[in-house]
C-alpha cells in the first residue's frame, strides 16, 4: 500500500475489541485474512492518566496480541517483562497498584511524550503497529478522550481504578463513558464503514458495557454502524451462564440481567444482524433466533491459535453469509 492510499478501502472485516477477550478473536482474524483487510477498532474508555502517562489498555493489549509481544499469563503487558522500575517504584513511595513492566513503559513514555507533541493517539497508534510488525490496522474508536467510569454502590469509579486497584469488587449500578458527547469518532473507522470493500463487522466476545459499549457511545460510529451495507455479527463472551473472561457475568447479575449468552444478544438489539453461540448454550438460539437474529452455534472457547483462527473463519464466513434484515 502506498503513503498516499486510503488504508480503509483495502479493509474487508472491521473488528470491534476490548482488551484480552476480544484480542483472541482478533488474532485469529489477523491470520485468517490477509492482513491488510483487516482493521480493529479499539476500545479507549479504559484509557487512564497514571504517573504522568497516557495508559492505553486495549490498544496495547491488541498491538502485543498481534505482533505476537503479549504476555500469554495475564492476557496483558508483554512477554518476558521485568519489574525493575515497579521496585524502584515503590521504594520511592510511589503508586504500585496498576503494574508496568519495564518494556511496556516504553510504550507509554513514547506515546505520552508524541500525545504531549500534538501528534493524535490514531496517528501514533499506526506507527507504533508498524514498528511491531503488525499489518493489520489497530485504529483507536477516538482520538479525543472517553473515559469509562463505572457508577458503584459506593460512588462512580475511574474504569481502572474499579478494575485494577479495586479487583472489580465494588457492586456496579451502571456506566457513564465520559467525554462520548464532544469526542469525534476516529475517521478511518467511518470510511471503513461506508467503504462497498467492507464485507462484515464483526463484534469481538469482549465485555459488552465496558469495552463495547463505549465505542457504540461515539454517535457517529453508532450512526455508521446502522447505516453500513455490511452485516454485523457479535460473539458471545458468555459461554455456559460465566464470563470467558473478567467481570462481565458479575456485572450482569450486579445489574439485575440473566447472566446468559441471549441477553448479550438483546443488549445490542437491532445493531446486529447474527449472534454466535457456543453448543453449550444450543438452547438459546431460538430466543435469539425469534428475536430476528441469524445464529451460528460453535465452539468459541479460545485456548489454542487454532481455536482462535478456526473461530474466526467461521465467524467471518457465517458474517458474509447473511443478507442484511435490517
Ligand atoms: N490488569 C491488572 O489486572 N493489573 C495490572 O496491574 C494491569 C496493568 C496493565 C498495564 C498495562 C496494560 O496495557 C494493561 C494492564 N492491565 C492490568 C490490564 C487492564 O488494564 C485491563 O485488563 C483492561 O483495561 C480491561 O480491559
Partial sequence: MSATENPSEHVTCLALS??????KLALGLYHHLPPAELAVAANVGDDFE???????????????????LANLETGWGRTGDTPTFMRALADLGGETWFHLGDGDLA???ARSHRLRAGESLSRITTDFCTRLGIRARIWPASNDPVRTLVNTADGPLALQHYFVREKCAPIVTGFRYDGTDSARANPDILAALSAPTLRAVIICPSNPFISIDPILALAEINRAL???????????PIVGGTALKGPTAKMMQELGKAVSADTVARHYGELIDGFVLDPVDAALGQAVRDNGLHTLITPSVMETLDDKIRLAKEVFTFAVSLTKTR
Avoid at 476490548?18 to 484480542?23: F, Q, R
Fill in 18 to 23: 476490548g482488551g484480552v477477550g476480544g484480542a
Fill in 50 to 68: 497514571h504517573l504522568g502517562l497516557t495508559i492505553c489498555p486495549d490498544i496495547d493489549t491488541l498491538s502485543y496480541t498481534l505482533s505476537g
Fill in 107 to 109: 510504550m507509554h513514555v
Fill in 226 to 236: 446502522r447505516d453500513c451495507a455490511a452485516p454485523i455479527v457479535a460473539v458471545s
